[in-house]
């Protein structure tokens, strides 16, 4: 298996459960650099596999949804979140609620 960035970032974002989310520096962080968040959205962005790779469960620090939203926009991904249970409001996820605690 390749250990590339980006692999190790697709990884971690799939351990994500459904009904979570985690932030772009979480992710950053558990691929190996919690410098990377940068990184993270631009891996994001280009997902190979989004019904695989569930990139709708990322969000900022602050918990916003992403605005460029890569697959429909963010309504795409308030509503594939909703779909899971997680509550948006105003385009921002309670990360008190909904984080997910690796």
Same mark, same amino acid.
């Given at each position: &298996? !390749?250990? $590339? &960035? @980006?692999? =190790? +970032?697709? =990884?971690?974002?799939? !351990?994500?459960?459904? *009904?979570?989310?985690?932030? @772009?520096? /979480?992710?950053? !962080? &558990?691929?190996?650099?919690? $410098?990377?968040?940068?990184?993270?959205?631009?891996?994001?962005?280009?997902?190979?596999?989004?019904?695989? +790779?569930?990139?709708? %469960?990322?969000?900022?620090?602050?918990? =916003?949804?992403?605005?460029?939203?890569?697959? *429909?926009?963010? !309504?795409? /991904?308030? %509503?594939?979140? %909703?779909?899971?249970?997680?509550?948006?409001?105003?385009?921002?996820?309670?990360?008190?609620? @909904? /984080?997910? %605690?690796?």
């Amino acid at each position: &298996m !390749s250990d $590339n &960035m @980006y692999d =190790r +970032i697709y =990884r971690a974002v799939r !351990s994500v459960p459904a *009904g979570k989310v985690a932030t @772009y520096g /979480q992710i950053a !962080s &558990m691929a190996g650099n919690g $410098n990377a968040a940068r990184v993270v959205g631009n891996a994001l962005h280009v997902n190979p596999a989004p019904g695989v +790779i569930p990139c709708h %469960r990322i969000v900022n620090s602050k918990g =916003r949804l992403a605005p460029e939203f890569a697959f *429909g926009g963010v !309504s795409e /991904q308030a %509503r594939l979140l %909703r779909a899971e249970g997680v509550e948006v409001t105003d385009n921002c996820v309670d990360l008190k609620k @909904y /984080q997910f %605690r690796n």
